[in-house]
């Protein structure tokens, strides 16, 4: 079936950098997503990679995908206290066209 | 742009009344809308798909008949909770898939918080 595992915290020094990781199990997954959430408010898109690329860039964001292993990281280089916030990993999987499964969320907190 | 928003962002009810949640595509169109459900400090559970003129979709183990899903036009999808009790307390996402060029991506709404008293 389908899971998706994350750690559940993370804690950083403001200005270091924060590597999220998450692993998946359904190898049939196309696109790979990180959500970010602040307390109490909706998800909001960070980025997402397809699952035959790599590497993703995004301004401070960088997304590592080694689809062999099924593992996903989500790094934040110069972490800020704005940054504070649960991360979700999610997939979408080629056989589930609209079904996206979420991680249990990683909690990042920026110590500054 | 892809900007999805909820009414009431918080609701507070009685036990045994109803609670209807708008969620709504601002400038896109969503034939497809989908309701989630959080519980504190836990992630997010899908409770049913909504398809636009169509009947919902709804994942195993959501009650149908208790969670009402209309997704009446292309931009407003409701879910009411019907007949409510405490343990359906939460926080209800709604979300709205984009298609084209944003690969089918779901943009979410801010949620709203109900609590049944």
């Known amino acids: 079936g389908e899971d998706v595992e994350q750690s559940l915290f993370l804690s950083v020094r403001e200005g270091d950098s924060s590597v999220i990781n998450c692993t998946y199990t359904d190898s049939s997954s196309t696109y790979l997503y990180w959500y970010k959430q602040e307390p109490g408010a909706g998800l909001q898109l960070l980025t997402y990679i397809f699952s035959n690329m790599d590497m993703k860039q995004d301004q401070r964001l960088t997304v590592l995908l080694n689809k062999k292993d099924k593992h996903l990281s989500l790094r934040i280089a110069d972490t800020q206290t704005g940054d504070s916030a649960i991360y979700f990993c999610a997939e979408r999987a080629e056989t589930s066209y609209d079904k996206v499964i979420f991680g249990p969320g990683t909690s990042l907190s920026v110590i500054p | 742009g892809a900007v999805v928003s909820q009414h009431p962002s918080w609701v507070i009810c009685?036990?045994?009344?109803?609670?209807?949640?708008?969620?709504?595509?601002?400038?896109?169109?969503?034939?497809?809308?989908?309701?989630?459900?959080?519980?504190?400090?836990?992630?997010?559970?899908?409770?049913?798909?909504?398809?636009?003129?169509?009947?919902?979709?709804y994942e195993q183990g959501v009650e149908k008949d208790k969670f009402l899903i209309n997704h009446a036009s292309l931009t407003l999808s409701t879910l009411t909770v019907t007949?409510?009790?405490?343990?359906?307390?939460?926080?209800?996402?709604?979300?709205?898939?984009?298609?084209?060029?944003?690969?089918?991506?779901?943009?979410?709404?801010?949620?709203?918080?109900?609590?049944?008293l």
């Open chain 2, 83 to 116: 007949s409510a009790h405490p343990e359906d307390s939460s926080f209800y996402i709604c979300s709205a898939r984009l298609t084209g060029v944003h690969i089918n991506t779901q943009y979410f709404g801010p949620g709203t918080r109900l609590t049944v």
């Open chain 2, 14 to 57: 009685k036990s045994g009344t109803s609670v209807k949640i708008e969620c709504r595509s601002l400038d896109f169109q969503a034939t497809t809308m989908f309701w989630y459900r959080q519980f504190p400090k836990q992630s997010l559970m899908l409770m049913a798909t909504s398809n636009e003129g169509s009947k919902a979709t």
